[in-house]
């Protein structure tokens, strides 16, 4: 009897001790229930419509015979026309946001309301109230909206910059329609850039977004406002685990000046830069990669009156370490315009400081330089880089916006190739000397050093990109 007893209580027990440990993991996962009744009534949901244009089928043809009342045949009529002149029809979009001052502020996503026509804020207790863009700001992704009314309840921020991976968050927003909704989970990462995107350091989570759910709050443990859901990766169009939130002190700031003056300033230092990755940190004379090295000087810039040069390696800006390239326009952008500082360059292995003073970004100088066709035909063969170039027209030179240079026709197998370099590539300067002809080239080759990496600055299309390239003969 004993031992049947022992043997029963030996298969209860490691189900006991399951059972215990799952019930000491709830009893220390946080309870959200408090922060929804503070703050879920300073959520918001935005519905708004746009205007879009009907295409119409081109000449000749004719949408099927559908009956009237198919949805199909709404479906092809709503997209495609009936033919002859492109109509206009609305549509609805519906995102969230939420109340930052009492006096009736309301922020939200700017892809949310963008090209709407009328925009109409839903507050909790269901009233629904016109509002006015007060202005918006597509590179951060936020815009500030105005409605009619008072003492209304309203969210704090809290420091974005205190939040570490790992650490609980929530969101409340509309996903799909669903008002006042919650979703939580956890800080996956912090400072994220995604492409395209280089105004942003996105917090990455894993909190439950979906379509509905942009511009609303993302709540840190202590109620705070930490980010704005902005954007989510997903290949179905849904959630998938990978959600992106701005973060609350560039939104903060973003905030008040779309408040004071109805738009952001930018600041610039005029330069196109890449990263740097091992092969070119070791041509650069670097210990370790880091930094943003300098592929182009916009004429007129304040990078070119401050002495910055092609090639040069940003380690420090302000006296904050460059550790990505994607580092550096966050912090240029956030320097107030005018203001004069100091960034710290590696030029042929040796550091030097700069000082320069701050501009005003533009559209024209944020824009992507669009992609050139490569020019064709036979070059002069180069034996020890493996490749055959070409002298550049000057027609060639001016569509490319290049001084100099060489075209490279062909890439054989050797260094050139295992760099990276592709035909159609100009070649601009190689270890740290301009290219202006292939005679130049020939030259500054034959000086190369076996069995180290050097930089070689070649530009694609109309976008500058340094290589490494190593000679092992």
């Known amino acids: 009897m004993n031992k049947a007893i022992h043997i029963v209580a030996r298969g209860i027990l490691p189900v006991l001790l399951v059972m215990m440990s799952a019930i000491a993991q709830a009893a220390s996962l946080p309870d959200f229930t408090e922060l929804v009744k503070e703050n879920s009534a300073a959520v918001v949901n935005i519905a708004t419509t746009q205007r879009i244009k009907q295409r ?89 909206l105005k409605i009619n009314a008072h003492d209304l309840p309203v969210v704090k921020f809290g420091k974005s910059a205190d939040l570490e991976p790992g650490e609980w968050v929530m969101a409340i927003g509309s996903p799909f329609g669903f008002d006042h909704s919650v979703s939580v989970g956890v800080v996956s990462a912090v400072g994220r850039n995604l492409p395209s995107e280089n105004y942003v350091p996105f917090i990455q989570t894993d909190v439950a977004i979906n379509p509905g759910n942009s511009g609303g709050p993302l709540f840190n443990l202590n109620g705070e406002v930490v980010g704005i859901n902005s954007q989510i990766y997903s290949r179905t169009g849904g959630f998938m685990g990978l959600s992106f939130a701005i973060p609350a002190d560039l939104a903060v700031d973003v905030i008040r000046q779309l408040k004071t003056t109805g738009k952001v300033e ?150 050139a190739s295992r760099a990276g370099i592709r035909p159609g590539d100009v070649i601009l300067q190689l270890n740290g000397k301009p290219i202006d002809s292939v005679k130049t080239l020939t030259r500054v080759v034959k000086k190369l050093p076996k069995d180290r990496p050097v930089p070689v600055l070649i530009q694609r299309g109309n976008s500058p990109v340094f290589l490494a390239i190593r000679l092992k003969d």
């Open 266 to 415: 930018r600041g610039m230092l005029g330069i196109l830069i890449q990263d740097v990755d091992r092969e070119l940190a070791e041509s650069f004379g670097m210990d370790q990669p880091h930094g943003a090295v300098v592929l182009r000087v916009l004429p007129g810039s304040p990078a070119e009156a401050a002495g910055l040069k092609v090639g040069d390696v940003v380690v420090e800006f302000n006296g904050q370490r460059v550790g990505r390239s994607s580092d550096l326009p966050l912090l240029v952008g956030r320097t107030p315009v005018g203001k004069k500082v100091k960034i710290k360059v590696i030029r042929g292995g040796k550091k030097r400081t700069l000082r320069v003073k701050i501009g005003a970004l533009t559209d024209e100088l944020a824009g992507t330089p669009s992609q050139s066709p490569h020019g064709k035909g036979g070059g002069e063969r180069n034996n020890r880089l493996g490749i055959e170039v070409a002298e550049l027209s000057a027609q060639e030179r001016k569509r490319l916006e290049v001084d100099g240079g060489v075209r490279v026709v062909r890439v054989h197998p050797g260094a």
């Open 56 to 144: 119409g089928l081109p000449p000749g043809l004719e949408l099927p015979d559908i009956p009237e009342d198919s949805p199909l045949g709404d479906f092809l009529r709503r997209f495609f026309g009936e033919g002859g002149p492109a109509e206009e029809f609305e549509s609805q979009s519906l995102g969230s946001g939420f109340i930052v001052d009492a006096e009736g502020y309301v922020v939200t996503n700017y892809h949310v309301i963008k090209n709407a026509t009328e925009i109409i804020v839903r507050l909790q207790d269901r009233r629904e109230l016109e509002a006015k863009v007060v202005g918006s700001d597509e590179r951060s992704d936020i815009a500030l």
